[in-house]
């Protein structure tokens, strides 16, 4: 049995969860998320917990089980708790800030590059070189952060560029002359 697929999902105070059949609709404080699953998973609730089960023991139904499982609790969460990436801004003369729902970036090239909220979605800005993604869907986030990264990923030979918080880039050594002679 799958070790993460047989765990309950608890439902915290506030939250609201609304099943039917395989879409799961989780309503709470900070939102509401729904989702439709395989038709092949049972999920039910009892009580204060949401139990995923699988019919029968085939591949295909060991692997959506602890997936199942796990997508839920994340929806779950995310109307509680919401979710963030941060990410930071290396470079001279690289900065970013907020202008209305716009997130506008030096980024080094010759134009400004502009990247609008989506729903779902808030940008926070607390500095010039720092950028906080935050929302209720773990996807949603982790996606935009992604797509902001991708303006200008950093490079390997400086570290120019932008980064996730945390992220290590593994650095090379920049050209290597002949000797002097």
């Known amino acids: ?9 608890v439902i915290p105070a ?10 799961v609709t989780v309503k709470g404080p900070k939102g509401t998320l729904t989702r439709s699953f395989h ?3 049972i999920i039910k609730q009892e009580g204060a ?3 995923v089960e699988r019919p029968s023991e085939d591949k295909l139904h060991k692997s959506l089980h602890g997936l199942t499982r796990t997508l839920v ?10 979710y963030s990436k941060s990410l930071d801004i290396e470079g001279i003369g690289y900065r970013a800030q907020k202008q209305g729902k716009n997130l506008v970036m030096n980024l080094g090239y010759s134009h400004q ?14 500095s010039q070189t720092k950028i906080i993604v935050n929302g209720i869907d773990k996807q949603v986030v982790g996606q935009f952060a992604a797509q902001i990264r991708e303006k200008r990923p950093p490079e390997p ?3 120019k560029g932008i980064r996730y918080t945390g992220e ?14």
Do not use: C, F, L, W
Request: charged share 30%; net charge positive.
């Open 113 to 126: 590059v502009i990247v609008p909220e989506i729903d779902g979605i808030t940008i926070d800005v607390p």
């Open 157 to 159: 030979y400086k570290g």
């Open 73 to 82: 609790d994340n929806m779950v969460t995310g109307v509680t708790q919401g």
């Open 39 to 41: 038709k092949d998973m």
């Open 168 to 181: 290590h880039i593994i650095r090379k050594e920049g050209k290597a002359g002949k000797g002097k002679k």
């Open 1 to 9: 049995m799958s070790r993460i697929g047989k765990k309950p999902v």
């Open 49 to 51: 917990e949401i139990i």
């Open 14 to 23: 506030g939250v609201d969860v609304k099943i039917d059949g395989n879409i």
